[in-house]
């Protein structure tokens, strides 16, 4: 723990880094963030972006999100690993999802924010983060790979009356599509391997995330991560005689 005066100290330091991000109850739509004061405003808008901002977590475990507003990207856009420092610029995290934070503690998190496809410009990014419970599993660690489809393996190092995993998909870390259901096992000490496949990866950027249900029905997310995957190739058709015939 830090001494009250330390940290009055490294607060006011940190306040100078740019906005404060604040907590939010769950997932936000882009209005509610924005109605809530939650958004960061560009004028004018902007093609890709880098922000920092202070994060003070009222809890030791907490997940990133961000909702966003653009003109006229088609692609919408796409967020690049969260860097999360301490004040003497030592990187703690990368990635989304934090645990064993210290609560009270001015971190700085900076992440990168590109536009995707034809794009006008950014105009509101809306950071926020959501507090999570003590995980009921320890991660030993995952790999996240691209080869034809997205495949995940996940290690586990312990769990504690743990139902299931859920596997999400999204582009955007705002909305999500459930992938998978996987079974765990409830009770265990031993490393336990668990994977996933998705042939229906988004192109370009893919976010997964993975989060444990308990037996009580109680969600945890255990890791958020993206990849990014090439753009699906149009298979080519061809007539009874072999002719390639061309589809417009």
Do not use: H
């Not at 004040?87 to 998190?109: A, K, R």
Request: charged share 20%; with cysteine.
């Amino acid at each position: 723990m830090y001494p009250r005066d330390m940290l009055i100290d490294l607060i006011i330091a940190a306040s100078m880094l740019g906005d404060t991000v604040k907590s939010a109850p769950s997932n936000m739509s882009f209005f509610q963030l924005y109605n809530n004061q939650y958004c960061l405003y560009y004028e004018p808008a902007v093609l890709d972006t880098n922000i920092t901002y202070t994060l003070i977590p009222e809890t030791p475990n907490i997940a990133l999100y961000f909702g966003y507003s653009s003109i006229g990207c088609a692609g919408g856009i796409s967020i690049e690993d969260a860097i999360l420092r301490d004040t003497n610029d030592n990187i703690i995290y990368t990635g989304f999802s934090y645990g064993n934070l210290e609560v009270g503690y001015p971190y700085e998190v900076e992440v990168e924010i590109r536009s995707n496809g034809a794009c006008l410009g950014i105009d509101n990014i809306c950071p926020y983060y959501i507090n999570i419970s003590t995980l009921a599993v320890e991660l030993c660690g995952y790999k996240l790979l691209y080869n034809k489809q997205v495949e995940c393996e996940f290690m586990i190092c312990s769990s504690t009356a743990t139902r299931r995993f859920l596997v999400d998909r999204s582009k955007d870390l705002v909305n999500w599509t459930r992938v998978t259901e996987i079974s765990a096992e409830a009770y265990s000490s031993l490393i336990r391997n668990y994977s996933f496949t998705d042939s229906k990866y988004l192109p370009d950027v893919s976010y997964y995330r993975v989060i444990e249900e308990d037996l009580n029905g109680n969600l945890s997310i255990v890791f958020v991560d993206y990849i990014v995957c090439p753009t699906k190739e149009e298979k080519p058709y061809y007539d009874l005689s072999g002719r390639l015939i061309d589809i417009r």
